[in-house]
C-alpha cells in the first residue's frame, strides 16, 4: 500500500483517509508546525509521497529534506500560487481576465501610492500580497481612507522580519458572484459558490471567505467557468489547485489560487473525484495506476 505524508490541516486529513485507503494510499499525518524536529535522527516512518508541501517554509524545508519525498504541490507550487502579484501577472500575461491590480512594495511614500491608483476608480481593494483566508484585505472607498490602510501595512512592514513588504491594490467589483473551482491534474473536480447571509450583505459585508463567515454551496460549474479554471491550472503548471472567481454581469476574472486547498465534504465535488487525486497522487510518488 502507498504511504502518504499529510501536512495540511486535520479536517482535510480526516476526510482523506477513507476513501483513499480504499484505493490503497494510507493517509498518515506528518506534523509540520511541531516546536521542534530532531533533524539529526533518522526518521521513524517512511512515505511514497506528501500532500501538499508545508505551509511554513523553513519548516517545510527542513522535513522535505529530513523525508526525501515527492510532493503533490512541491514548494514551487505553494510560492506560485501564494504570490499574488505573479499570479495576476502571469494569467495577465496568458490573456487570462484577471482584475486591474497594482503591485507596491515598501518602503513606499505616498507619490507611489498615488502612482498606483491612477487611472483605478474608487472604491479599490487593498490586499496584502501573500496572505491567505482574507487576512489584511480591506477596501478604501476615497484617497484619504487608502492612505489610512496603507499606514497600517506600514507599520506591520516596518518590522524587519516581515518577510513580503508587499501589497497590491485592485479594483473593486462590486456585487460579485464568489465561485470556487477545484482543479485536479487539469481536469476540474467540482466547485462552489461563496455567499454571504443576508444578514451579512445587510450590515455591508462584502468579503466572502469561509474562514470569515460565507458558506460554501455545491454548485454545477458552467462550462465556460471549466474552460477558465483548467486554462489557470495549466498557465501557473499546479496539479492540485483552488481557482477563485468573480463574477459580475457579463466579466468574470481570476481573484486568487489555492495551492493549499481545504478538501471539501463529499458532495462538493463530482463523480470521479477521488479516483482522479488517487491517480495523481500515485503518479507523483512515481507508482503506476493498476486499477480499472
Known amino acids: 500500500m502507498l504511504r502518504l505524508a499529510v501536512a495540511t490541516e486535520r479536517q482535510t486529513f480526516e476526510r482523506m483517509r477513507g476513501p483513499l485507503g480504499e484505493r490503497g494510499i494510507e493517509v498518515a499525518h506528518l506534523p509540520s508546525r511541531e516546536r521542534s524536529i530532531r533533524l539529526t535522527e533518522p526518521p521513524t516512518r517512511e512515505f511514497d509521497a506528501g500532500f501538499v508541501y508545508p505551509p511554513r ?4 524545508g527542513a522535513l522535505d529534506a529530513l523525508y526525501d ?3 503533490v504541490n512541491g514548494r514551487r507550487a505553494v510560492l506560485t500560487s501564494r504570490n499574488k502579484a505573479g499570479v495576476v ?3 495577465s500575461r496568458a490573456g487570462i481576465p484577471v482584475p486591474e491590480t497594482r503591485m507596491v512594495s515598501n518602503p513606499a511614500d505616498e507619490s507611489d501610492v498615488y502612482d498606483a491608483v491612477d487611472g483605478l476608480e474608487f472604491p479599490v481593494v487593498v490586499k496584502p ?4 483566508r482574507g487576512v489584511g484585505v480591506a477596501k478604501a472607498s476615497d484617497v484619504d481612507s487608502l492612505l489610512g490602510v496603507v499606514d497600517y501595512l506600514n507599520l506591520v512592514h516596518d518590522y524587519r ?3 513580503d513588504k508587499s501589497y497590491l491594490v485592485q479594483e473593486f467589483l462590486p456585487d460579485a458572484r464568489d465561485y470556487r473551482v477545484m482543479v485536479v491534474d ?3 473536480v467540482g466547485g462552489v459558490e461563496r455567499r454571504l447571509s443576508a444578514a451579512a450583505l445587510e450590515e455591508g459585508r462584502w468579503k466572502h ?3 470569515r463567515g460565507a458558506s460554501a454551496v455545491g454548485i454545477d460549474v458552467r462550462p465556460e467557468h471549466r474552460r477558465l479554471a483548467a486554462s489557470v491550472a495549466e498557465t ?4 492540485y489547485l483552488g481557482v477563485d472567481l468573480l463574477e459580475t454581469g457579463a466579466r468574470t476574472v481570476v481573484s486568487e489560487t489555492n495551492a493549499r486547498p481545504t478538501i471539501d465534504d463529499a458532495a462538493k465535488y463530482e463523480d470521479g473525484f477521488w479516483d482522479r487525486l488517487a491517480a495523481t497522487i500515485r503518479e507523483t510518488a512515481g507508482v503506476e495506476d493498476c486499477r480499472d
Open 161 to 163: 522580519a516581515t518577510g
Open 57 to 60: 517554509l523553513m519548516e517545510g
Open 89 to 91: 501577472a502571469a494569467l
Open 236 to 239: 501557473l503548471d499546479i496539479s
Open 129 to 132: 500580497n501573500s496572505t491567505t
Open 69 to 71: 519525498i515527492p510532493w
Open 186 to 188: 487539469g481536469t476540474v
Open 209 to 211: 471567505n469561509v474562514h
